[in-house]
C-alpha cells in the first residue's frame, strides 16, 4: 500500500511538474484562466488513470466525424456543380444562371451552417463526457474563451499522452 502511495506521490509530481511548465507557455490571458489549483486536480487526475485514454478516443471520434462531415460538404459542392451544368446545357438565359448561383450561394450557407452546428454539437458532447469522467476543468459551455481553456488542457492532456 505505501509503494502504490510513493508511486501515485512521484507521477503526480512529474505531472504537476509538466502541466506547470506547459501553462506557463500560454498566453498570459489564459494563464491566469489556469490556476494551480486546477492544475493540481487535473494532475491529480492524469495520475490516477484513465482520462488520457479517453482524450485520445475522443480525439479519434472527432477526426472521425469531421472528415465525414467534410465528404459531405464535398459531395453536396459537386451537387450543386451538376445541378449548375445541367442548367447551363439546356442554355438556359444569363438570369436563370445567376437565379440558380443566388439560390446555391444561400443552399452553401444553409448547409455550412448546419455543419458548424453539428461540430458545436460534437464540442458539447465531448466536454459533458469529460465532465463526466471527472476530468477537472471540463464542463458544458459556449463560450469562446472557456472554451478556448479547455482546449488548452486538452492539448495538455495529449502531450502528456505522448511520453
Do not use: W
Given at each position: 500500500m505505501?509503494?502504490?502511495?510513493?508511486?501515485y506521490e512521484e507521477k503526480f509530481r512529474k505531472l504537476f511538474s509538466?502541466?506547470?511548465?506547459?501553462?506557463?507557455?500560454?498566453?498570459?490571458?489564459?494563464?491566469q484562466r489556469v490556476p494551480y489549483e486546477l492544475l493540481t486536480e487535473l494532475a491529480s487526475?492524469?495520475?490516477?488513470?484513465?482520462?488520457?485514454?479517453?482524450?485520445?478516443?475522443?480525439?479519434?471520434?472527432?477526426?472521425?466525424?469531421?472528415?465525414?462531415?467534410?465528404?459531405?460538404?464535398?459531395s453536396y459542392v459537386q451537387?450543386?456543380?451538376?445541378?449548375?451544368?445541367e442548367l447551363k446545357s439546356k442554355s438556359s438565359s444569363q438570369f436563370d444562371l445567376k437565379e440558380l448561383e443566388e439560390k446555391h450561394l444561400e443552399?452553401?450557407?444553409?448547409?455550412?451552417?448546419?455543419?458548424?452546428?453539428?461540430?458545436?454539437?460534437?464540442?458539447?458532447?465531448?466536454?459533458?463526457?469529460?465532465?463526466?469522467?471527472g476530468v477537472p476543468g471540463f464542463y458544458e459551455t459556449t463560450k469562446p474563451v472557456e472554451i478556448q481553456v479547455q482546449m488548452y488542457l486538452?492539448?495538455?492532456?495529449?502531450r502528456l499522452g505522448e511520453r
Open positions: 505505501m509503494e502504490r502511495d510513493v508511486e509538466r502541466l506547470k511548465s506547459m501553462a506557463r507557455e500560454l498566453p498570459s490571458d489564459y494563464q487526475s492524469l495520475a490516477q488513470g484513465q482520462i488520457i485514454e479517453i482524450v485520445k478516443t475522443l480525439k479519434e471520434v472527432q477526426h472521425g466525424t469531421e472528415k465525414h462531415l467534410f465528404r459531405n460538404r464535398q451537387k450543386l456543380k451538376e445541378e449548375k451544368k443552399l452553401m450557407k444553409d448547409h455550412d451552417m448546419n455543419l458548424v452546428n453539428q461540430l458545436d454539437q460534437k464540442v458539447r458532447d465531448q466536454q459533458v463526457t469529460l465532465e463526466k469522467a486538452l492539448d495538455f492532456i495529449l
